[in-house]
């Protein structure tokens, strides 16, 4: 607990991103790739998570609202760039930065990487609810198909080698405040191939795609009896 006072008084640092010259996306360099090439460690890597369960719960599961996404399910070297990304100040994120850099090393990194990717996925997750469903999951089922499975897959399973994340199944506010934000700019550690397809979509296709991609079933072994929330 002390250690994570102190980095509750760091001011999160900010490293340039999409929005400067040069920027490379998933640059191999850095704690990252001390982290992806070392075996986690499960039973460490569950004692490294305890601090994130406040926020993403034990199951890892997150807030079906959206606040904080799904993480079970999630790729390891996703799990491990993105938390990187935040401590090196590449991804804005103050909420989470401090809880992050309570990681103490690329070990701890690679750890509770592990021990999320030893969770079952919850059943359960927050999708879409308006009545016009059905017609928004059709819309965003064709402009899915049209350029996003490429990258994500034909079912939303990303591409663990190529850092490209899982999608189906996460939280659908999720879903659409994190491609609003790389549509605008605001996600700094964006990746420049998927700006370039992103930028022309409307708030409506966006929103639309959301509900598509959270109607998905995450790929995995799921949690038995319902999702695991406590």
């Not at 819309?139 to 990303?158: A, I, M, S």
């Amino acid at each position: 607990m002390t250690q994570l006072r102190l980095a509750l008084a760091q001011v999160p640092p900010k490293k340039t991103g999409i929005e400067g010259a040069g920027y490379v996306w998933n640059a191999q360099e850095g704690e990252k790739i001390e982290a992806l090439h070392k075996k986690g460690d499960v039973k460490a890597g569950k004692e490294a998570y305890e601090v994130c369960g406040a926020c993403h719960l034990p199951s890892g599961a997150g807030r079906p609202d959206g606040t904080f996404p799904q993480l079970a399910g999630q790729h390891a070297t996703v799990l491990i760039k993105q938390m990187a990304d935040i401590r090196e100040g590449l991804r804005d994120n103050p909420t989470m930065y401090p809880f992050a850099k309570t990681l103490v090393d690329p070990q701890e990194l690679a750890d509770a990487a592990a021990y999320i990717n030893s969770l079952c996925i919850p059943v359960d997750h927050g999708k879409y609810e308006g009545a016009d469903a059905a017609t928004q999951i059709a819309k965003g089922k064709t402009l899915y198909e049209n350029e996003c499975k490429d990258c994500h897959g034909v079912n939303g399973e990303g591409n663990k080698e190529k850092f490209y994340p899982v999608i189906a199944g996460q939280h659908y506010k999720y879903l659409l405040r994190q491609m609003t934000d790389i549509r605008n700019g605001k996600r700094r550690n964006a990746n420049p191939d998927m700006v370039k397809i992103i930028k022309k979509y409307s708030d409506d296709d966006l929103v639309a795609i959301s509900a598509f991609q959270s109607s998905l079933t995450m790929p995995g072994a799921m949690c038995k009896g319902g999702a695991k929330k406590k």
